[in-house]
């Protein structure tokens, strides 16, 4: 609980630094994205303001048109030409941004306070309440500000209500803009939290000190230093996807259309990973032809799916003289109890091995639940049948803990996952559908898995012989008896 409630101020104060240091080191973007918005809000407000003029010139019976509306539209046209000017002659300080913002808003809200109280003295108020919830997002400032730009609005909003309306509307009108103020805050600082968050991350990448060179992402140096940035504030039980994406062939690349042509390719592979990724996703160049992207956020494997094909369709669409499209396997982990960084980039490769010898141009990615066990563990991989796993409890049950998988897909998860605890693979080998095939050639072929011993259960000659050509331990018939079986456990778990 303590170390929650730890985690949880930790964060908070992160947050509250990185809007600080945004507004520190962000100015001359924020005024420049202040002042965009600005022309952007004298035209679109003018537009939708002269159609619902009309509109309800048409549609409703008592309304009219006062002297009071008309003010809205010089109020458009002057401010409109004050910032078009100010965009065609040398970016202006903070100051001068602010009072051309700042005046904008608060005629706005004039013109918006005495409509809906003078002029709708018998309706309860909502231009007000509305102009108070969206202006977070048409102007960037800072919290104090925010209380205190909007708390006067809201101040002469109740003192014109009490005065034009009844009672009874003023009290509703008190509650409407207590309620807008309330939620406004919330969402004023919710937006800062994001802008900073994005404005910081491509300010950062944009530093030269941490940009690989040729690709213009994240070199390796900082591009860990990102990754164990993150892991050491990620909340809890928050997900993540870690992927690694590796160019198929790239020496060839190199030999046959030249380091050049190479430099080009890994050029474009950068461009393609800035535009796919959000702004606050950490891409970087690790090594190489092989690049790691750290997904805060996510956890739906089917938009992670999507994501690495469109890259794949993407990469095989550059054309550089070559005769055959460029392919890249990926190999991806999703998951939200995995707090050490360097397990999730080892099972991510292991992913990518494991998309490595389906071929080329594949991806894998594995949802993981991290679990822990005190006993070491045996795995045993079947399609369906039970019997195995029975044998297996029956035999090691109080010693080892037994795991299951139905599929090599899930058997190589679970292996990449417990690999320092597994002491044994009890696999079903079925040579018909070529079940198990793929697990005995993968833990053969990794360096870091063949020293596990597999005790393959097969049913006929041809199981037998292709267990033994990939190199297993120990090869069972599957009406093998009991103490065969059990014998043979015992031999390779000592092993």
């Not at 630094?17 to 952007?40: P, T």
């Not at 990615?365 to 369906?384: F, M, T």
Request: charged fraction near 25%; aromatic fraction near 12%; glycine fraction near 4%.
């Amino acid at each position: 609980m303590a170390s929650n409630l730890f985690r949880a101020v930790t964060r908070r104060r992160q947050k509250n630094e990185d809007i600080r240091e945004y507004f520190s080191v962000c100015m001359d973007a924020i005024n420049e994205g202040n002042l965009y918005m600005l022309r952007r809000a004298c035209m679109y407000i003018s537009i939708i303001y002269l159609i619902m003029i009309v509109i309800a010139l048409i549609f409703v019976p008592d309304f009219r048109v006062t002297w009071v509306h008309i003010l809205m539209l010089p109020l458009m046209v002057i401010q409109y030409r004050i910032n078009v000017y100010v965009s065609k002659h040398t970016p202006i300080g903070t100051r001068a941004a602010g009072i051309i913002c700042c005046s904008f808003y608060f005629w706005l809200a004039m013109i918006f306070i005495l409509i809906d109280t003078y002029v709708y003295s018998d309706k309860q108020a909502y231009f007000v309440p509305m102009l108070i919830l969206v202006f977070p997002v048409l102007y960037i400032d800072r919290m104090y500000k925010y209380g205190w730009e909007e708390l006067t609005a809201s101040i002469t909003f109740t003192a014109l209500s009490y005065h034009f309306k009844e009672f009874a509307l003023f009290r509703r009108d008190v509650y409407m803009i207590l309620g807008a103020y309330s939620v406004s805050m919330v969402l004023a600082h919710l937006i800062l939290e994001m802008r900073s968050r994005e404005a910081l991350a491509m300010k950062e990448l944009k530093g030269e000190s941490s940009l690989d060179k040729l690709t213009h992402i994240f070199n390796k140096d900082a591009l860990l230093s990102k990754i164990d940035a993150y892991f050491l504030q990620k909340p809890e039980d928050d997900y993540c996807a870690m992927m690694i994406l590796d160019l198929d062939d790239f020496k060839s690349v190199n030999d046959n259309l030249g380091h050049n042509t190479g430099d080009i390719l890994l050029e474009n592979v950068g461009s393609l990973l800035i535009e796919s990724f959000r702004a606050y996703d950490i891409t970087g160049r690790y090594g190489g032809d092989e690049f790691v992207v750290l997904m805060p956020q996510m956890s739906d494997i089917s938009i992670l799916q999507s994501r690495c094909k469109a890259l794949q369709r993407l990469l095989g669409d550059i054309n550089l003289g070559n005769s055959e499209p460029f392919t890249m396997s990926v190999g991806a982990i999703i998951s939200n109890s995995i707090r050490d960084s360097n397990k999730l980039f080892m099972m991510a490769d292991d992913a990518l091995y494991k998309s490595k010898i389906d071929g080329k141009n594949n991806c894998t990615i594995w949802s993981v639940e991290q679990r822990s066990y005190e006993k070491p563990i045996i795995l045993s991989i079947n399609d369906g049948r039970v019997e195995a796993i029975r044998k297996l409890k029956e035999y090691k049950g109080d010693v080892f803990e037994i795991l299951s998988a139905a599929s090599d897909y899930d058997a190589l998860c679970t292996i990449s996952q417990y690999h320092k605890q597994l002491k044994l693979v009890l696999l079903e080998v079925n040579e018909e559908n070529e079940f198990g095939t793929l697990t005995m050639k993968y833990m053969k072929q990794r360096e870091s898995f063949n020293k596990i011993p597999i005790l393959a259960v097969v049913k006929t000659l041809e199981g037998e012989k292709l267990a033994k050509e990939l190199g297993v331990d120990k090869v069972l018939m599957y009406n093998s008896s009991d103490k065969e079986f059990g014998e043979a456990i015992n031999t390779l778990v000592g092993m």
